[in-house]
């Protein structure tokens, strides 16, 4: 018996060492990978060789028979014992996060720890009060081991198998088969204690075969750092997979970017002639979605810049391509036999945008415009028909919303002067002497006298022609080039107010016109406010005018902006009133001081009965709100007889007064008593 117990010694000193050595690769896998599950491992193997490290020691005290206190032999047993259990329960709590891919809370592992406690409690005081009962003690702690490890490992290691070994690689059936492997080892172990029990004695078999036991844990540990390393690779390879899918796809809505999307075009381009078709290129533009962006944030638009890739994903054939290009441009690959089928194709496209998207709660409407460009039979570069296209797409921003137009030849050279022409109108902000601002007259209609003026940019470039704002301030919309343009207007009109104020004119007005993107940009009331501030000038000698189409374009930003220039103390007047864009309640919740009527309903009040009514109505309207009524376009003596006839408190127009530059207004102010003699 003495040298079986040796034997005995020998083999759980051994398999600690094993223990110590699969736990010192789980705590250094835990620290550089940071798995949750490995911290689990790396306790479960502690507990592991805490039992193989004290099992020696219990079985010594075991052995010594009455010479040790039962009370110490059983404290010792249950340390070791326990040691055992907790290792199942850490391995089973360990493997069921790698699973599931979530960590086990914390008071279910408590109540499990608790659990195997008891149990090994259990399994030592069995049979421990009568010293003569060793084999019986055998079986049930051995036994008992052999039972736990059978009926909780194998059902482990078939659940990694079969639920993670299709990710691939030996990583996981290395370490789901050794798992099963370790139960298989401990119902040996209950087997061989069973049949020990019926002997009476100690086989050698049973002794040599505790030695396996250090397989499967090997097993554990080789397949735990197999897996490891399969992760690292195939994250790895996501990640350089993603990197290459964000640099040929737009990262908001997943659609082919620019520089897949031109690829693409290039090779339908090569082969498309040999199957007898034409390629199209669409690029297309939504309309006024700057103001979803702007008054219902970047998150809206974020979401329904997704929405509409999806209807335009949908609304395409199987063999088509969209691509986002940036901003809200998308541009549609088409091959097709004429231009009516892709005419077919893009009429069903922006359809699809014109239904209401519903996003956060909000139902919100977007449509596009569209411009096209076809091959025609003729070849042509990639780079040149997406040109086209979007030579086409200005002409059709041109004519309006929601239109779709094809690319023509003329087009081109239009877009060469436009692009001649705003290169200028940059040359002429960034120098300053060849914009010029003009200023017309308003004339109170009782009096007759000046009661203001309004400013009038003019451009007159090098060559000495005197552009109207008509020919330039839609470019200046259309680039950018408006807020700059406006900025020197408002500067320059103050600069002058304040030479008129000094001169004696401390009651004339100068008014200037607002465009939607000065409104929309950043710090503009800042910066009128300083320009006020610089020419010692009071907010209430400066008068800004918007359209009625503007003011209507997002009522609650442009009345936060109008209200911010009131406090100031600027007036603001409402142009072109009466073009149909207005709703009353919209304009009673404008903060407004004045209205001008448009120039067309002036232009034949004296003709047309219903224009007058219209005149009548707005004076009316005006005189309820308390309101400054302006009538603008005044240009015969029938129309200033019927205007005074209606009682409209100002008057502006030819007529009565052309757009003069400073030094002639001057003249006319001067001859007028506004200002004293020069």
């Given at each position: 018996?003495?040298?079986?117990?040796?034997?005995?010694?020998?083999?759980?000193?051994?398999?600690?060492?094993?223990?110590?050595?699969?736990?010192?690769?789980?705590?250094?896998?835990?620290?550089?990978?940071?798995?949750?599950?490995?911290?689990?491992?790396?306790?479960?193997?502690l507990w592991l060789a805490v039992f193989h490290l004290g099992a020696p020691i219990s079985l010594q005290?075991?052995?010594?028979?009455?010479?040790?206190?039962?009370?110490?032999?059983?404290?010792?047993?249950?340390?070791?014992?326990?040691?055992?259990?907790?290792?199942?329960?850490?391995?089973?709590?360990?493997?069921?996060?790698?699973?599931?891919?979530?960590?086990?809370?914390?008071?279910?592992?408590?109540?499990?720890?608790?659990?195997?406690?008891?149990?090994?409690?259990?399994?030592?005081?069995?049979?421990?009060?009568?010293?003569?009962?060793?084999?019986?003690?055998?079986?049930?702690?051995?036994?008992?081991?052999?039972?736990?490890?059978?009926?909780?490992?194998?059902?482990?290691?078939?659940?990694?198998?079969?639920?993670?070994?299709?990710?691939?690689?030996?990583?996981?059936?290395?370490?789901?088969?050794?798992?099963?492997?370790?139960?298989?080892?401990?119902?040996?172990?209950?087997?061989?204690?069973?049949?020990?029990?019926?002997?009476?004695?100690?086989?050698?078999?049973?002794?040599?075969?505790?030695?396996?036991e250090i397989l499967p844990q090997m097993g554990i540990a080789a397949g735990m750092v197999i897996v490891?390393?399969?992760?690292?690779?195939?994250?790895?390879?996501?990640?350089?997979?993603?990197?290459?899918?964000?640099?040929?796809?737009?990262?908001?809505?997943?659609?082919?970017?620019?520089?897949?999307?031109?690829?693409?075009?290039?090779?339908?381009?090569?082969?498309?002639?040999?199957?007898?078709?034409?390629?199209?290129?669409?690029?297309?533009?939504?309309?006024?979605?700057?103001?979803?962006?702007?008054?219902?944030?970047?998150?809206?638009?974020?979401?329904?810049?997704?929405?509409?890739?999806?209807?335009?994903?949908?609304?395409?054939?199987?063999?088509?391509?969209?691509?986002?290009?940036?901003?809200?441009?998308?541009?549609?690959?088409?091959?097709?036999?004429?231009?009516?089928?892709?005419?077919?194709?893009?009429?069903?496209?922006?359809?699809?945008?014109?239904?209401p998207f519903s996003i956060q709660g909000r139902e919100l409407i977007v449509t596009a415009s569209a411009?096209?460009?076809?091959?025609?039979?003729?070849?042509?570069?990639?780079?040149?028909?997406?040109?086209?296209?979007?030579?086409?797409?200005?002409?059709?921003?041109?004519?309006?919303?929601?239109?779709?137009?094809?690319?023509?030849?003329?087009?081109?050279?239009?877009?060469?002067?436009?692009?001649?022409?705003?290169?200028?109108?940059?040359?002429?902000?960034?120098?300053?002497?060849?914009?010029?601002?003009?200023?017309?007259?308003?004339?109170?209609?009782?009096?007759?006298?000046?009661?203001?003026?309004?400013?009038?940019?003019?451009?007159?470039?090098?060559?000495?022609?005197?552009?109207?704002?008509?020919?330039?301030?839609?470019?200046?919309?259309?680039?950018?080039?408006?807020?700059?343009?406006?900025?020197?207007?408002?500067?320059?009109?103050?600069?002058?107010?304040?030479?008129?104020?000094?001169?004696?004119?401390?009651?004339?007005?100068?008014?200037?016109?607002?465009?939607?993107?000065?409104?929309?940009?950043?710090?503009?009331?800042?910066?009128?406010?300083?320009?006020?501030?610089?020419?010692?000038?009071?907010?209430?000698?400066?008068?800004?005018?918007?359209?009625?189409?503007?003011?209507?374009?997002?009522?609650?930003?442009?009345?936060?902006?109008?209200?911010?220039?009131?406090?100031?103390?600027?007036?603001?007047?409402?142009?072109?009133?009466?073009?149909?864009?207005?709703?009353?309640?919209?304009?009673?919740?404008?903060?407004?001081?004045?209205?001008?009527?448009?120039?067309?309903?002036?232009?034949?009040?004296?003709?047309?009965?219903?224009?007058?009514?219209?005149?009548?109505?707005?004076?009316?309207?005006?005189?309820?709100?308390?309101?400054?009524?302006?009538?603008?376009?005044?240009?015969?003596?029938?129309?200033?007889?019927?205007?005074?006839?209606?009682?409209?408190?100002?008057?502006?127009?030819?007529?009565?007064?052309?757009?003069?530059?400073?030094?002639?207004?001057?003249?006319?102010?001067?001859?007028?008593?506004?200002?004293?003699?020069?």
């Amino acid at each position: 018996m003495t040298s079986e117990t040796e034997l005995m010694r020998v083999s759980l000193v051994f398999l600690a060492v094993a223990s110590v050595l699969t736990y010192s690769i789980l705590f250094f896998l835990r620290r550089h990978y940071r798995r949750g599950y490995l911290q689990r491992w790396e306790r479960s193997w502690l507990w592991l060789a805490v039992f193989h490290l004290g099992a020696p020691i219990s079985l010594q005290l075991n052995l010594s028979g009455e010479s040790t206190p039962l009370l110490v032999r059983i404290l010792a047993s249950t340390i070791v014992n326990g040691g055992s259990c907790l290792h199942v329960v850490y391995l089973l709590s360990g493997a069921w996060e790698l699973r599931k891919g979530r960590v086990v809370a914390d008071r279910w592992l408590r109540i499990w720890s608790l659990s195997a406690a008891g149990l090994a409690l259990v399994l030592v005081l069995l049979f421990s009060w009568d010293h003569a009962l060793v084999q019986e003690r055998i079986l049930v702690r051995s036994g008992g081991r052999g039972l736990l490890y059978g009926l909780a490992f194998i059902p482990a290691g078939v659940m990694i198998w079969r639920a993670l070994a299709g990710r691939g690689g030996i990583g996981y059936r290395l370490l789901g088969g050794s798992i099963v492997a370790y139960g298989i080892y401990g119902f040996q172990v209950l087997g061989l204690t069973a049949i020990s029990y019926l002997d009476q004695e100690l086989r050698p078999l049973q002794l040599y075969l505790g030695f396996i036991e250090i397989l499967p844990q090997m097993g554990i540990a080789a397949g735990m750092v197999i897996v490891l390393l399969e992760e690292e690779r195939h994250s790895a390879i996501q990640a350089a997979q993603q990197i290459e899918h964000l640099a040929y796809h737009d990262p908001l809505t997943g659609l082919p970017n620019r520089s897949l999307f031109l690829d693409r075009l290039r090779s339908v381009l090569a082969s498309a002639p040999r199957h007898g078709r034409e390629v199209a290129v669409a690029f297309l533009d939504l309309d006024l979605f700057k103001r979803i962006n702007d008054s219902l944030g970047h998150a809206v638009g974020d979401e329904m810049m997704r929405g509409v890739a999806h209807r335009l994903r949908g609304a395409l054939r199987a063999g088509d391509t969209v691509a986002r290009m940036g901003g809200d441009e998308f541009t549609l690959l088409l091959e097709v036999h004429e231009r009516a089928d892709a005419e077919r194709v893009l009429s069903r496209v922006l359809d699809a945008l014109r239904h209401p998207f519903s996003i956060q709660g909000r139902e919100l409407i977007v449509t596009a415009s569209a411009g096209v460009a076809i091959t025609a039979g003729e070849p042509v570069a990639a780079e040149s028909l997406v040109r086209h296209a979007d030579l086409a797409l200005y002409r059709a921003k041109q004519e309006g919303k929601d239109v779709l137009r094809f690319f023509e030849g003329g087009v081109e050279d239009d877009h060469t002067v436009r692009l001649a022409l705003e290169l200028a109108l940059r040359r002429a902000l960034e120098v300053g002497d060849q914009l010029l601002l003009y200023y017309q007259p308003l004339f109170a209609a009782g009096s007759g006298a000046v009661v203001g003026v309004e400013a009038l940019l003019r451009w007159r470039q090098p060559s000495g022609r005197l552009r109207l704002p008509t020919e330039f301030v839609p470019l200046a919309e259309a680039s950018g080039l408006i807020v700059p343009l406006g900025r020197w207007v408002i500067e320059e009109a103050c600069r002058q107010a304040a030479g008129w104020r000094q001169a004696g004119a401390v009651d004339l007005t100068v008014a200037v016109n607002l465009s939607a993107r000065q409104l929309n940009a950043a710090e503009f009331v800042q910066q009128l406010a300083r320009s006020l501030a610089d020419c010692d000038l009071p907010g209430s000698a400066l008068q800004v005018e918007i359209t009625e189409s503007v003011a209507m374009q997002d009522v609650s930003l442009v009345g936060s902006v109008l209200s911010r220039l009131r406090e100031l103390g600027v007036s603001v007047t409402l142009d072109d009133f009466g073009t149909g864009y207005s709703s009353l309640a919209h304009l009673q919740s404008l903060p407004i001081d004045g209205l001008k009527i448009d120039a067309s309903f002036v232009k034949t009040v004296h003709s047309d009965p219903g224009s007058e009514a219209i005149v009548r109505a707005i004076l009316s309207l005006g005189k309820e709100l308390q309101l400054e009524v302006t009538a603008e376009g005044v240009e015969t003596e029938q129309q200033l007889a019927i205007l005074s006839r209606l009682g409209c408190p100002q008057l502006q127009g030819f007529y009565l007064g052309h757009p003069l530059p400073p030094g002639e207004l001057e003249t006319f102010l001067t001859a007028r008593g506004v200002l004293g003699a020069a």
